[in-house]
């Protein structure tokens, strides 16, 4: 079964701090994108950052970046200079071959003044 | 411009109601989606329609019924509403066919409540 694991359910740093957020997922497939997702409390889904998962190099998107690690199954996220409007949930998700999307559970993050 | 909008945003009613939530996207997708956020943030997808056409059915209750009346618009009736039905329901749409590699673009969500 594919499968979509977020270790940490919840995190909590100060303002301007780097903080990364795991995710490992589980599939035999060698071709999907692997995705993560920000849900504020507006109750919004907002993609953040993807990935191919042929490209070694590891997507960046402003402060957001991503550790990739296919072989591990790893795909991190970490987001530098954290500001308050980014707390938080944060979502890791893959496509299988049907396109269709794989959730982690979530990790919420608080980030403090 | 609002990509993909559903309504209402809120929606309390009595168990045993049948209501309708309603999704439209603007973006010219072929593929969307509903799903089900539980009250511990789990996201589940429920349906998808790739063309008007069903294409993933997870095992939802049969008192849920998705329509697609055309490729922009993706409905989902509930019948005989029941407490654990009370949640947030996301719309989302993709451009399918293209390798995976676009992404879901949600709606607002509606949160459903059950009394």
């Known amino acids: 079964a594919q499968t979509v694991t977020q270790s940490q359910p919840e995190m909590s740093v100060q303002e301007a701090e780097t903080v990364t957020l795991s995710c490992t997922y589980d599939?035999?497939?060698?071709?999907?994108?692997l995705f993560w997702y920000k849900q504020p409390p507006s109750r919004q889904m907002i993609l953040v950052i993807r990935?191919?998962?042929?490209k070694q190099q590891n997507a960046t998107e402003n402060r957001f970046s991503v550790n990739f690690q296919k072989a591990a199954k790893s795909f991190s996220l970490k987001i530098s200079d954290s500001q308050l409007g980014d707390t938080a949930m944060y979502f890791c998700?893959?496509?299988?071959?049907?396109?269709?999307?794989?959730w982690g559970a979530g990790t919420k993050l608080i980030i403090k003044p | 411009d609002t990509a993909v909008s559903q309504t209402p945003k809120y929606l309390v009613t009595q168990m045993g109601n049948d209501k309708s939530i309603k999704c439209e996207q603007n973006?010219?997708?072929?593929?969307m989606y509903w799903y089900k956020q539980d009250s511990k943030k789990f996201l589940k997808i429920m349906f998808s329609y790739n063309n008007k056409e069903l294409i993933i059915n997870e095992t939802v209750p049969n008192r849920f019924s998705p329509k697609s009346p055309d490729k922009a618009h993706l409905n989902l009736h509930i019948n005989s509403l029941e407490l654990g039905d009370s949640a947030v329901y996301f719309c989302?749409?993709?451009?399918?066919?293209?390798?995976?590699?676009?992404?879901?673009?949600f709606g607002d969500g509606t949160r459903l409540s059950i009394l």
């Open positions: 989302a749409s993709s451009q399918a066919g293209t390798g995976g590699l676009q992404p879901q673009h």
């Open positions: 973006l010219g997708h072929d593929t």
């Open positions: 998700a893959f496509t299988d071959s049907n396109y269709q999307l794989i």
């Open positions: 599939t035999s497939e060698n071709n999907y994108y």
């Open positions: 990935q191919e998962a042929y």
